[in-house]
């Protein structure tokens, strides 16, 4: 599977993609590993004047080629153009993977949105991608990643599911429909800018509305099913296809998790508590801009529905750290303790706007997940993090170590972050899907622009709030 695909540093050398350049100690030289100016599929004046800032102030030389190697990763490689006529399109590919996610798109571009009101190319490109996001979401509600070729059968067109043309994967994941309502909505607050919310923009609403009502499988199993014929277990749904069986007490079901891996129990808590996020930016939205308060008041009633139910079957006895959050659930009073790496996770729930970082439930949740109680947290001579199913024991994503040093109050935790991140891109100035606990030159794949871009937005955050933190 393309995902699980190791990418040694020797591989990266003998494609032409890294400098044989590696000695970094002591002010050494940094090999040069950006995409070349011509060959960048957009430039951004105010993305460069950043890099040009941060390697100016900060004084740890590595940090700052790091900067400039991540923050633009997405612009100069992953950015294509489609617009038509006076409708914006942006179509976003996930690096390595020629396709669309929804929540990756979005969460690529989202650095760059503090930025958009200097640059009304930039501020385009966003709007593209709302739009492109609005126009998938139609197409099919229940998929998570999308070709821009309409007609196009994939690598997963033979999927036991309602696979079309022009999809790539249909995975059932809430968060495919969050993120891309998170990104309209900040638009909206950073720029005041209506124009996304046009008829397909509140079509495709109605339509997340819709399901996840059919996801809580209140009245029966609703229409989505899916089945791979696969050897691994993690790609495919059990029971005919549905996943295991759930009681439908409010929550809203999940069949995949973030990392496209499937559920064990079906009520994803994370994921459920960023639609409860998102539905009330829905609401908002729909209410100042649309005057549709009937639309408003439904979106905001199912948040307040969903809230309550995490609250009563979410949060669980844990015999060490006591009441926190599961990771999943079933509303039988089945539920799992772990957490996983990608983003909605437990951990990563203040980020999103979904608790609050000094809530109480969070934090002994956060200390289970940084710990060796939780069974996806690894610890090795390299680094500390949390991984996952998707690729497996002993592999830290180096987005864990991001969302650790976003999430934390304390200054040595966010600096032991910093210094792990450092020291763990195997020698290649980007970030990476995964890395050896061991050893950082065995990683999981070399060009994945989500992680890239959620690194130079840390790095941004931390020179502008606590430049301390970057000293080498």
Known sequence: MKRRL??????????????SKL??????????VRVAEKDRHFRSKV????????????????????????LPNTLDTTVYDETKGNRQLT????????????????????????????????????????????????IDPYANAFYNDPTKKGEWFSDHTAMKPGLHERKWEIDSLCYPTRLAYHYWKLTQDETPFDDTWVK???????????????????PYKFERTTAR???????????????????????????????IFPFLIPSNLFAVVSLRQSAEIMRKVKKNNALAEKYEALANEVEKAVQQYGIVDHPVHGRIYAFEVDGFGSYLMMDDANVPSLLALPYLGAVDVNDEVYQRTRAFILSEKNPFFFKGTAGEGIGGPHIGRDMIWPMSIIMRAFTSTDDAEIKKCVQMLKTTHGGTGFMHESFHKDDPKKFTRHWFAWTNTLFGELMWKLYKEKPHLLKA
Do not use: H
């Open 47 to 70: 993305i460069e004047d950043m890099i040009t800032e941060f390697q100016k102030q900060v004084a740890d030389k590595e940090l700052g080629w790091l900067f400039n190697n991540c």
């Open 204 to 222: 495709s609403q109605e339509l997340i509305y819709k399901t996840f009502v059919e996801q809580q499988r209140k009245e029966n199993l609703g």
């Open 6 to 19: 190791f990418i040694q540093q020797s591989a990266l050398l003998g494609a032409g993609l890294l400098s």
């Open 23 to 32: 000695s970094f100690a002591g002010g050494s030289t940094f090999p040069s």
């Open 233 to 263: 277990g993690t790609d495919t749904l059990q029971v005919d296809g549905y996943g295991y069986p759930v009681n439908p007490v409010g929550l809203i079901v999940s069949s995949f998790r973030p990392s496209d891996d499937c559920s």
């Open 91 to 138: 179509y976003v590919i996930t690096g390595d993977i020629d396709a669309m996610w929804l929540r990756d798109s979005s969460a690529q571009v989202w650095p760059y949105l503090a930025f958009m009101k200097k640059d009304r190319k930039l501020q385009n490109l966003v709007l593209g991608l709302i739009n492109k996001q609005a126009e998938c979401i139609l």
